[in-house]
C-alpha cells in the first residue's frame, strides 16, 4: 500500500509569491490534513478536509487556503509568502472522521521564502 | 494553538537505557497519541491511548495516560541509536481535532 505522497520536495520562492503544495492520500482514506513546523518546533494544525469539505482550520491568516478534489488528493495553497512562512509543511491522511484513528504522515514538503 | 506540552524538551542516554517522556495537556481529550519524526521527515504514529485507558503497551513502548492529572507518559525500554528522533504527543480532541505539542528531542548515544 503506498503511503502519503508530496510534491513537491522542496520549493523555493521570494516574497509576495503565491505556493501550492499537493498531497495524496492513502488509498481509502478520506480525511486530509495539513500542518506546519517551523525549524525545531512543533506542528501547528493548518487545515482538515474529509469528503470535499473544509472541516477545520486552525489559527492562520486567509492567506492559507487549499481544497481537497474528488479523489481526496488536496492543495495547500499560500498566498502573498512572508519570510516567516518557511517551514516544513506536512500533510497527514486518515480514515473517515471518527473517533481513534491514527493519521499517516507524508514527508513532508520544505518551504523556503527569500 | 498548541495543546500537548512535551518534556523535557531534549533528552539524552546511553544505549540500553530506558528514556521517559512526558506530555501534559489542557483540555479533555479523545485520545492521545505519540509519534515518532526522524530529522525533518514526516511522522509515524507508535501508539494510541484512548481516554478510557490507563496504560498500553507496544513492543518495547508502554504509554501511561492519567486524564485526572490531564497528562501522559511514554517510555522506550532497552534504547538503541536507532531510537534517535524527536518524540511528539498528539491531543485528539474528538472530532479529529489533534493537536501537537512541541516534542521532546531524543538521543540515544551508542
Known amino acids: 500500500e503506498a503511503g502519503v505522497t508530496q510534491s513537491p520536495t522542496h520549493l523555493i520562492k521570494t516574497r509576495g509569491q503565491q505556493a501550492t503544495l499537493r498531497c495524496s492520500p492513502i488509498?481509502?482514506?478520506?480525511?486530509v490534513y495539513w500542518y506546519q513546523q517551523a525549524l525545531g518546533l512543533g506542528l501547528q494544525f493548518l487545515l482538515w478536509?474529509?469528503?470535499?469539505?473544509?472541516?477545520n482550520r486552525g489559527n492562520f491568516p486567509p492567506r492559507f487556503s487549499g481544497r481537497q478534489f474528488p479523489n481526496y488528493s488536496s492543495e495547500l495553497n499560500v498566498n502573498a509568502l512572508e519570510l516567516e512562512d518557511s517551514a516544513l509543511y506536512l500533510c497527514?491522511?486518515?480514515?473517515?472522521?471518527?473517533?481513534?484513528?491514527?493519521?499517516?504522515f507524508g514527508p513532508g514538503t520544505r518551504l523556503t521564502v527569500l | 494553538s498548541q495543546q500537548g506540552e512535551e518534556d523535557p524538551q531534549a533528552l539524552s542516554i546511553q544505549e540500553g537505557e530506558n528514556a521517559t517522556m512526558n506530555c501534559s495537556y489542557k483540555?479533555?481529550?479523545?485520545?492521545l497519541q505519540w509519534y515518532r519524526q526522524n530529522s525533518g521527515r514526516g511522522l509515524v504514529h507508535l501508539i494510541l491511548?484512548?481516554?478510557?485507558?490507563r496504560e498500553k503497551h507496544s513492543g518495547r513502548l508502554r504509554v501511561t495516560l492519567d486524564t485526572s492529572k490531564k497528562s501522559s507518559s511514554l517510555l522506550i525500554t532497552a534504547s538503541r541509536a536507532a531510537d534517535t528522533a524527536s518524540y511528539f504527543c498528539?491531543?485528539?480532541?474528538?472530532?479529529?481535532?489533534?493537536?501537537f505539542g512541541a516534542g521532546t528531542r531524543l538521543t540515544v548515544k551508542p
Open positions: 497527514a491522511s486518515s480514515r473517515n472522521p471518527g473517533n481513534h484513528y491514527e493519521q499517516f
Open positions: 488509498s481509502g482514506h478520506t480525511s
Open positions: 478536509y474529509d469528503e470535499g469539505e473544509e472541516r
Open positions: 483540555t479533555s481529550i479523545n485520545n
Open positions: 491511548i484512548r481516554s478510557n485507558e
Open positions: 498528539a491531543t485528539d480532541r474528538g472530532n479529529n481535532d489533534m493537536r
